[in-house]
């Protein structure tokens, strides 16, 4: 299936470390090229950071770059030359999808033994190769699973290391880690990456742009619409980045802007309704397992409220939205808009399988989209809760569409919810959620891994919707929801729940009309 | 799940050579099922239920837990044989059930088969991790680096499906659904239900470490080193003598005390 016209090096100079010239690129079954005739080379030492919207091919490209495409991943290419290291190493976004071994130490030595190092000299290496991404050199016979996303991808990285790559590539390493993993990955790879090319696709780059040599910015086709150093590069493109989606820096003072402006000028930030909470909690704990896991003194959410839960993973952060929509078990006082839900912990069998979560009060979005999807079509899955009340059929269509409307998605109701993009597959996940009109809207990090773009278009119908006197309770890492978005922030550490209001200082600030 | 079958105490056994164990385990197996004499049969069952506490890589604790289904087992697996087995001295009969001095005898001897191989299979899975199988297995029978290293990632992978079978369950529930239809109709439901959400990741996730994989230089072919070495040494000598030693312990004991002294169980006419 590939065709590789023979190697032509007159494209590209010595110095060339990584190189296509007039690349053509389609996949079998689309209709449009990903590449026509793209050119693109890389000298020795650069670093290079490539930028495009969603589906532009970024990926794809870094593929190219790195022989992985066609070598391992057969897609039939075209191209007047094409150079690629002979020595490279490669970090994906998921962490969890990269290691084939269950222990750190055997991970490693997959690499070692890939390449024919004798034993002896495995161990040495191993801990050389953790210790230059900034872990611990004797964490050799640890199980993968035990460390946190963010270790998992320096994992990735010391073994890329122990692969003495001439070029490194990266394809959105840090989009799924939360703020603290990122940023100790990407010390460790400015650590590793010295003296060597580096290729990075990224969404997230903020902490990034200042340290690339160069910014490949690709249109929407999978053409280079610019080319060059990034302050350059975000000042001649701001419009175009902010449209793609990326997440460059200021990203979120625009959004606010925006936001503001939309709202008239000045917009107050909106006060919640005090007088008949929604939801509230006394001396409630969450179980797993018969284990508390997560546990509140005292907790309320009112209409209007739009609360960011925060704390570092595996805090309790989900088991308090689990426990609240009744998937896991608790103890302890929760009333629900008036309405005390029965204890389940401690209660018999019997009692228990009579109780099914509140969903025609609660809304419950899942960190992944498609785990919720049940119906055929995205129509029929928009509709699906709206049907299940028994609401005529034709007003429960015309719902369902008028929902669709609303989150951007009419022209694809036939569409199965699987081949969806991952933010229209995100849109539909909440369309579905909410077409109950439930007062309370539970999301358990909605904006994860997502590009800009997506994730202001999430806040943006979160924001609507507690305009209209829902309530949100949103799970995220986001710094500037919790700062500037949230009425209310709940604290999650170590399984305790504390609330604490917004920083004020941020309120204060925004009632000013800054 | 897979923690719960990591060995945890050190024995002669689970320092012995994976690929040797797995072809002593073979031989002992093969040497049960052809076991005819009840009594043989009886002492194997329990000689191997010694071992298993005294070499095997659980903790006295655990593997009592393990062993408690045994009875279950012997009783399931005896009572078809004596209730239904052909013999000519009739002990009690009613309706189909029919028990006759024959096939009582071959029904016992059948459980403690029985008995004798989920021991045999407990011994060797509970001092052996699947990592050093598998690598015995590259170094000693020659297994294709492909195959050892995709099953090894499988395993990684098990997990995680189970983690999305309890998502998914939760998104179900709480979207409303409830599975209509008993027997068959309702398995149809569950696996339209399941299937497709749980393959497709996991068909995306198997491809991604695939890529992950040979992206690591990882061809399937060439030469390679191992990071476990795969050697003979003298604990291997001890493993050989010591299931050699079982089951002859076995016949001799049959042979000197028999309970039963039924040679052969099988039906004459």
Redesign the interface.
Known sequence: MTMIEPLDLEPFGPETVAGVSKLRLKFPGEPSFVFKDLSLSVRRGEKVLLLGPSGCGKSTLLQVL?G?IPQ??EVPIKAEGIVAPDS???V?Q?P????????V??EL???????????ER?VPEMRRALEAVGLRPDLLHVP??SLSQGMKQRLALA?VLL?EPEVIFLDEPSALLDPEGRKQMWESVWKAAEGRTLIVVEHRIEEIADRMDRIVLLAPDGSILGDGPPAWVFGAFRRELQQYGIWYPGVWADFFKVLDLRRGGAAKPLEPDASAPLLTLRRFSGFRAGRPVVRADEARVDPGDFIAVVGPNGAGKSSLL?SL?S?LRFRGEYRLCGEAMPETEGASRRARRAI??P?DRIG?V?Q?P?????AESVLGEAG??AK?KQAGKAEAEAKARRLLRFFHLEGLERRHP?QLSTGQKRRLSMA?AVVGEQPVLLLDEPTFGQDARNTFAILEYCLEMQEKGAAIVMVTHEENIARRVATKVWEVLDGAVTERPAIEADLAERRAGT | MIELLKPTRQTVLLRTNPAIKLVLFVALCLVTVLTRNIDFAAYQALTYTVLLFAFGGFPVRKTLLLVLPFGFLFVSSSMTMILFGKGDTLWWQWGLFRISEESFYRGLHLGFRSIAFAAEGLLFVSTTPSVKLFYALMQNFRLAPRFAYSFMASIRLLPMVWEEFLIRRQALQVRGITVRGKGLRGMAEHVRLYAVPLLSQSIRRAHRVAVAMEAKQFDGGGKRTYYYPSNVSWTDAAAVLLLALAPCAAYAAAVVFPWFGIADVRYHS
């Open positions: 790195g992985l391992v991943i490279r190493g490669y994906f998921d969890d999808t990269q290691f084939c071994m269950p222990y130490d055997e030595a997959f690499v070692l033994e890939n390449r024919g190092i004798p034993r495995m993968v699973d073994s692969l689990l929509m998937l099914r979560p969903t419950y899942f992944n498609e785990f919720q999807f049940v699906f809760s299940a699987y579905a």
